[in-house]
């Protein structure tokens, strides 16, 4: 099961997905993160589990894009977030 956060606009679509049946919660994403926009609790499919796994902030949902601009300058792919999670379990829409 995947969750999936952020946007979608006329400039493309802007999610951060959480492959919740693989993030176990470690939090090295979140602490890699240089903007604060990961934080670690319950998806947005708690309903299906208890667990608390990798989500956006809340209140960076709707900025998500400039947000992580500074990571993407340039078009690197290698990102602080996606780097540091041991199981793979993060990836960005764009
Ligand atoms: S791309 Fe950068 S700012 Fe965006 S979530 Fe990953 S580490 Fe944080
Ligand atoms: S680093 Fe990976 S496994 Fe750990 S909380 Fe982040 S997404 Fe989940």
Redesign the pocket.
């Known amino acids: 099961m995947k969750a999936a956060y952020g946007f979608k606009d006329s400039k493309g679509e802007f999610f951060?997905v959480v492959d919740i049946d693989q993030c176990d919660g470690c939090g090295a994403?979140a602490e890699?993160?240089?903007?604060r926009?990961?934080e670690i609790a319950a998806s947005d499919c708690d309903h299906l589990s208890d667990d608390e796994t990798a989500r956006?902030r809340e209140e960076q949902l709707a900025r998500?894009r400039s947000?992580?601009a500074?990571?993407?300058r340039g078009g690197s792919k290698k990102?602080?977030?996606?780097s540091a999670c041991p199981r793979g379990a993060m990836s960005?829409t764009w």
């Open positions: 951060i994403c890699a993160c240089p903007a926009v990961l956006v998500l947000a992580c500074g990571c993407k990102l602080p977030c996606t960005h």
